[in-house]
């Protein structure tokens, strides 16, 4: 047996893992054939000005939801997972906190929307305050349910929350001359996360033990006011996260505002269109840390450089690295390709400059994906210190870029922002993680992987593109990815979630 096949050989552990993988990434899939539609009708029916406006207003409200989340989401995860604080006090303490978190931000939003916004009337305030909010504590819900690792309540929130908000997109598009769309669309929004929350909420009830669930004591307790010095020593473990993920949030989602705000919500639907598009589709590698993480942590507690790289903790990291770019490479490749077919079919001509923007966008998306890899092996090592560092590095620098490119440039100045902030970012993580973990760990598969994906991928698809119709490019790029990850799980660089399970040793 090769060494590259020694060192990639997958532990039953792996690919136990691999198979909970495969089940959540379908239903993922499932998740975006109605996330795309509702947002293509949502699009045509707002039309630019219409949809900049949603756009730079959720962008907004996204922002100021760091403040319900107070970074207890991926504390609670590894926690959880951990099994280190007792389940039912870490979540009476999390929700009396996020309780009074919430009033805040639906004190604060307005106050930043309509001043900044024109257009921006009640019921979008309204609407995009009640999707936020609901969206905010579903994943908090579906944060403890990973760290007990299930994830199916999360997959079938997903699917009734895009399939409500479809229904309502579709209800909009058809109505356009009657109602108000833009009214109509940040409703569907908030209509769809509650339905999502209320899933989340019976799905913890399920699968955490009662004693674990203490909701009716959150507010009743006579200790209450004492509490609430024990209850803040969870913000503080977690502020790490909180402002890790306010930085994040920031460089995410500031772009779209600023675009609104200093060139019109016209040109801000532009670059919402194309960057909806990009960010849906980062439910692919994003899958892949939302299922690995809690046996990242596993694998990653008490590691230190000295130890063999051999050991079963180097192949969960060798295999989520690979599965990173296995994941990643092809559907970057695809926006590269097919940016203008995409655009055109999807939004129509009134959307025509959006295609070059989406063009731009997909070294981001490359980017996106791999940080995801590098900030969830941080997470998992207990290195969130260098993440906020780098995060908050990586916010002052794109608001600033954004501010420089966007009066001259646009939407491609926000694109330009965000590719070099994305870029930075990663440069920064895998420097830190350079120093925690042997480079073989993370380099090693990422460099094997993506040589494979250059001549089994990239090739044939550039090389036959300006030759094929649609149909023969996608039929290409079907096979051919195809083909490439079956030769990853050959060579045993990504876990095979098809092989028959074995029975455990007891």
């Known amino acids: 047996m090769s060494t590259l096949q020694e060192t990639g050989s997958s532990s039953p552990k792996i690919e136990r893992t691999a198979r909970r993988l495969s089940a959540y990434f379908t239903g993922q899939v499932i998740v975006k054939l109605l996330y795309i539609p509702g947002i293509v009708l949502a ?58 978190s919430s009033a805040l931000f639906v004190l604060v939003l307005p106050l930043v929307l309509v001043p900044t916004i024109s257009g921006v009337g009640k019921i979008v305030v309204a609407g995009v305050a009640g999707y936020i909010l609901a969206d905010s504590w579903a ?28 229904v309502v997109a579709a209800l909009a598009f058809a109505m356009a001359s009657r109602v108000d769309p833009v009214n109509v669309v940040v409703a569907g929004f908030a209509l769809a996360a509650l339905t999502k929350l209320g899933i989340g909420v019976y799905g913890a009830s399920r699968v955490l033990p009662p004693s674990a669930l203490p909701l009716g004591r959150v507010l009743k307790s006579p200790r209450l006011v004492k509490l609430w010095h024990r209850d803040l020593r969870y913000v503080r473990e977690s502020a790490d996260f909180l402002f890790m993920a306010m930085f994040t949030i920031i460089y995410f989602r500031v772009d779209a505002y600023m675009v609104a705000a200093l060139r019109g919500v016209e040109e801000a639907g532009y670059y919402g269109a194309a960057y909806r598009l990009v960010e849906g589709l980062l439910f692919a590698p994003e899958s892949v840390l939302v299922v690995f993480s809690p046996l990242l942590v596993k694998a990653l507690s008490g590691v230190t ?79 969130q210190r260098a993440l906020l560092l780098i995060s908050g590095f990586a916010a002052i620098s794109n608001v600033l870029l954004n501010l420089a490119l966007i009066p001259k440039y646009g939407a491609i100045g926000a694109v330009a922002a965000t590719v ?59 096979l051919s990815t195809g083909v490439y990850l079956g030769v990853l799980v050959w060579r045993g660089l990504i876990p095979n979630p098809l092989r028959p399970r074995e029975p455990e040793v007891r």
């Open 43 to 100: 699009t045509r029916a707002t039309g630019p000005s219409g949809w900049g406006l949603v756009t730079a207003a959720i962008s907004v409200a996204f922002i100021l939801s760091t403040g319900i989340n107070l970074g207890l989401n991926p504390y609670l995860t590894r926690e959880v997972a951990a099994g280190r604080v007792p389940v039912a006090r870490l979540i009476a303490a999390t929700t009396r906190l996020r309780i009074v």
């Open 139 to 166: 994943k908090y819900y579906f944060a403890l349910l990973r760290g007990a690792e299930n994830t199916r309540f999360e997959i079938l929130g997903a699917n009734v929350e895009k399939g409500v908000f479809v």
């Open 305 to 383: 450089r000295s130890e063999s790289s051999d050991v079963v903790h180097s192949n969960v990291v060798n295999q989520v690295a690979a599965l990173q770019v296995a994941v990643a490479g092809p559907i970057g490749l695809g926006l590269v390709l097919e940016h203008e077919w995409i655009t055109s079919v999807l939004y129509g001509p009134e959307f025509d400059p959006a295609a070059r923007v989406l063009l731009w966008l997909a070294p981001a998306y490359v980017f996106m994906s791999l940080n995801f890899l590098a900030g969830g092996l941080l997470t998992a090592a207990y290195l």
């Open 420 to 478: 070099a902030t994305e870029a930075a970012v990663g440069a920064g993580m895998l420097l830190k993680l350079a120093g925690r973990l042997p480079s073989s760990w993370i380099w090693r598969p990422i460099g094997v992987a993506s040589a494979y994906f250059a001549v089994m991928v990239v090739a044939p698809n550039v090389l036959l593109h300006g030759y094929l119709p649609f149909s023969g490019r996608l039929g290409v790029g079907l």
